[in-house]
């Protein structure tokens, strides 16, 4: 199977190339690298001409993080897509390999959450048998093309930032597909500060998370896990002096209220659940 690995950038160029370089470095021979310069006003072209054997995609305008991994899936012809973040590289040359082994040997997958390290998690850990988990994270995870399309690929969110990962997987868990972690299979995020702001970004993740709720939780759960959400994200806030950013997500969340009935398409009572258990328990 063909593998894409799609790497999405702005304003990244000090730390670009190491994600570059260690996608180039992975052992698997069927596999394409592509880039895309979400309208980066830094050095990144410079970086580009670096590694002429890369695609690259350029926006002119910032289409942000989801319209930038959807035209790469979209418009690719490979069977897989490893998404892998600007900040983020691997570790030891085999990840890729190690996943498509798993989607060959297991047609019911259709995504695989890969162990993420950072620097407040720097330890690897030994490989073990792949489980069952409830999303991935977007630095570093496998798709399986062809059921991505069937459920519509990554749908947008009110805010720029947070939920897309659960949102599409809750959509695939609906739909009979499963998604595994990798336990030991590990990616490296940085969590480079640079090109964020943390009060944006958490409201934006307030915003989204209200909204994923809004959009896919079926009734009559709809009328308290909303409201629960909500308490949840102000507790938060207080607790953890982003109480300002917090009330900002909320109040663009209820503007949004009139787009988001338009697109709430809830998942099945037993999938709703289920994702909620494996989520609790860290399954």
Same mark, same amino acid.
């Given at each position: 199977?063909?593998?894409?690995?799609?790497?999405?950038?702005?304003?990244?160029?000090?730390?670009?190339?190491?994600?570059?370089?260690?996608?180039?470095?992975?052992?698997?021979?069927?596999?394409?690298?592509?880039?895309?310069?979400?309208?980066?006003?830094?050095?990144?072209?410079?970086?580009?001409?670096?590694? !002429?054997?890369?695609?690259?995609?350029?926006?002119?305008?910032?289409?942000?993080?989801?319209?930038?991994?959807?035209?790469?899936?979209?418009?690719?012809?490979?069977?897989? $897509?490893?998404?892998?973040?600007?900040?983020?590289?691997?570790?030891?040359?085999?990840?890729?390999?190690?996943?498509?082994?798993?989607?060959?040997?297991?047609?019911?997958?259709?995504?695989?959450? $890969?162990?993420?390290?950072?620097?407040?998690?720097?330890? !690897?850990?030994?490989?073990?048998?792949?489980?069952?988990?409830?999303?991935?994270?977007?630095?570093?995870?496998?798709?399986?093309?062809?059921?991505?399309?069937?459920?519509?690929? $990554?749908?947008?969110?009110?805010?720029? $930032?947070?939920?897309?990962?659960?949102?599409?997987?809750?959509?695939?868990?609906?739909?009979?597909?499963?998604?595994?972690?990798?336990?030991?299979?590990?990616?490296?995020?940085?969590?480079?500060?640079?090109?964020?702001?943390?009060?944006?970004?958490?409201?934006?993740?307030?915003?989204?998370?209200?909204?994923?709720?809004?959009?896919?939780?079926?009734? !009559?759960?709809?009328?308290?896990?909303?409201?629960?959400?909500?308490?949840?994200?102000?507790?938060?806030?207080?607790?953890?002096?982003?109480?300002?950013?917090?009330?900002?997500?909320?109040?663009?969340?209820?503007?949004?209220?009139?787009?988001?009935?338009?697109?709430?398409?809830?998942?099945?009572?037993?999938?709703?659940?289920?994702?909620?258990?494996?989520?609790?328990?860290?399954?």
């Amino acid at each position: 199977m063909k593998v894409l690995i799609g790497i999405t950038t702005h304003n990244r160029a000090d730390i670009l190339a190491k994600s570059i370089q260690s996608a180039l470095a992975q052992d698997y021979p069927d596999k394409e690298i592509a880039v895309f310069d979400d309208a980066s006003s830094d050095d990144t072209p410079r970086v580009r001409a670096r590694f !002429p054997m890369v695609s690259w995609y350029r926006a002119e305008r910032n289409m942000g993080l989801l319209a930038a991994r959807n035209k790469m899936m979209r418009e690719t012809d490979a069977d897989l $897509y490893f998404s892998l973040d600007d900040d983020a590289w691997f570790l030891n040359g085999d990840e890729v390999s190690r996943g498509v082994a798993v989607m060959n040997e297991r047609s019911e997958v259709a995504a695989l959450a $890969y162990d993420i390290l950072s620097p407040d998690r720097p330890n !690897p850990i030994e490989r073990g048998a792949p489980r069952k988990t409830h999303m991935f994270i977007g630095c570093g995870h496998m798709l399986r093309l062809s059921t991505v399309a069937g459920v519509g690929y $990554y749908t947008p969110s009110p805010g720029m $930032y947070g939920s897309e990962e659960q949102d599409l997987c809750i959509r695939l868990l609906d739909q009979g597909s499963e998604i595994l972690f990798l336990p030991g299979v590990h990616v490296w995020h940085d969590r480079t500060m640079l090109a964020r702001d943390s009060a944006s970004q958490h409201a934006s993740g307030v915003c989204n998370d209200l909204s994923f709720a809004f959009r896919r939780s079926p009734f !009559p759960m709809f009328f308290w896990i909303v409201p629960a959400k909500m308490l949840s994200h102000i507790r938060f806030g207080v607790t953890h002096d982003l109480l300002k950013p917090c009330l900002n997500g909320i109040r663009v969340f209820f503007r949004r209220i009139p787009e988001l009935i338009l697109t709430r398409k809830p998942v099945r009572t037993a999938v709703y659940k289920e994702f909620r258990r494996r989520r609790q328990s860290n399954v």
